[in-house]
């Protein structure tokens, strides 16, 4: 399978430079890749210029959030690769989101193609400083136009990328303890990687900015009382010097840098466990000072320490390492397999020619 370049593709790519500041998910790579579904069958991918799409206002993604996404990396740091990291795994997970969203399945061929070609032709646009990358949104939206609450019978698959700096520009978070709303619930849609969740964290995010909190820490719904995520990341914390971390639902998002984290461990003889975590154990362990480090994880925020956790009335709990010293073993163990500075366990990176596109 080939995949088909629009000539203004290329135009685009040789006119496009970086601008000075890049950001996170703001600078844009001058392409896309679109594959569009319709009469049972994926069609051809083509690459064409990065713009806005024309699609009418009746299409189901609008009004119903048929819609399915994923996050990725490729890492070119200082002329070395591009190297994409574990992409099958994010292959596998996109599907799982499709089947629980009632989109249908995209072939391993189509993925693996438009994410590897469009970090080839993103290449020289792929920022070389550590912790800087070519972040990879792969995503599926519903197009058929027409209001009815059905599964769409039209689909595109799309593919852009964001040459980026870090998610965080701060070192830390001081996190808000969500008591009220819930991200997720048994049964629901929360280990599935879809719009809906991310939108339904976006009300606590506003408060959590008013009470001085960077995110928020989601608990489960029947309870309030385990943790489960952060709105877009998942949750580890170092208790009596054993890394900590809820084992997976149906409710928490299987993140592909929460598994690497748990195999890294393993590999540096890090005590690890997955199970049920109470957040008033957890405070009690913090107040104790059993609890001394804790952080946020994901394919964005690679692994953001938190400084402390806060509730809605003020009282804040803090940490004992605002930085310690598991979180940056990890950190720096993590970064060195992905940017290529270390070997890694087998299968997790793969090594992209652009000449061969
Ligand atoms: C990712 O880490 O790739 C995500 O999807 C999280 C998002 C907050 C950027």
């Known amino acids: 399978m080939s995949i088909k370049i629009h000539p203004d593709a290329i135009t685009a790519l040789r006119t496009f430079s970086l601008p000075e500041k890049i950001g996170f998910g703001s600078t844009i790579s001058p392409v896309m890749m679109d594959c569009e579904y319709k009469d049972g ?3 051809e991918l083509e690459m064409v210029p990065y713009g806005p799409l024309t699609l009418s206002p009746t ?3 609008f009004h119903y959030a048929q819609e399915i996404f994923e996050g990725l990396k490729a890492y070119r740091i200082n002329n070395k690769g591009p190297f994409l990291f574990r992409h099958i795994e994010n292959f596998k997970r996109f599907n799982q989101s499709a089947t629980r969203m009632a989109i249908p399945e995209l072939p391993e061929e189509i993925f693996m193609k438009a994410v590897e070609g469009i970090t080839a032709y993103s290449a020289d646009f ?3 400083e550590s912790g800087s990358s070519l972040y990879i949104r792969p995503f599926i939206i519903a197009t058929e136009e027409n209001l009815g609450i059905k599964p769409s019978a039209k689909y595109r698959f799309m593919v852009i990328a964001s040459p980026s700096a870090s998610y965080f520009s701060s070192g830390s978070l001081k996190v808000l303890i969500e008591r009220h709303n819930a991200r997720a619930f048994t049964g629901g849609t929360g280990a599935a990687k879809t719009g809906g969740n991310y939108a339904a964290s976006l009300s606590s995010s506003v408060k959590a900015a008013k009470l001085g909190y960077m995110n928020t820490l989601w608990l489960d719904a029947e309870n309030s009382k385990y943790i ?14 054993a890394l900590v971390t809820p084992k ?9 840098t929460r598994n690497s984290i748990i195999t890294l461990a393993k590999n540096l003889n890090i005590p690890l466990k997955e199970e049920t975590i109470n957040i008033d154990s957890l405070i009690e362990s913090i107040k104790l000072g059993e609890c001394s480090e804790a952080f946020a994880c994901g394919t964005a925020a690679i692994i953001t320490p938190i400084e402390l956790f806060g509730e809605d009335d003020g009282t804040t709990y803090k940490l004992k390492h605002p930085i310690g010293p598991i979180s940056k073993s990890l950190k720096e163990n993590l970064l060195a397999i992905q940017e290529g500075r270390m070997e890694g366990p087998e299968g997790w990176i793969k090594t992209i020619n652009p000449a061969t596109y």
């Open 41 to 43: 069958n994926w069609g």
């Open 59 to 61: 299409c189901k993604v």
């Open 126 to 128: 792929i920022p070389g």
């Open 228 to 241: 489960e995520e952060m709105s877009g990341m998942n949750f580890f914390a170092v208790v009596n010097g």
């Open 248 to 256: 997976l639902t149906d409710t928490i998002l299987a993140g592909i």
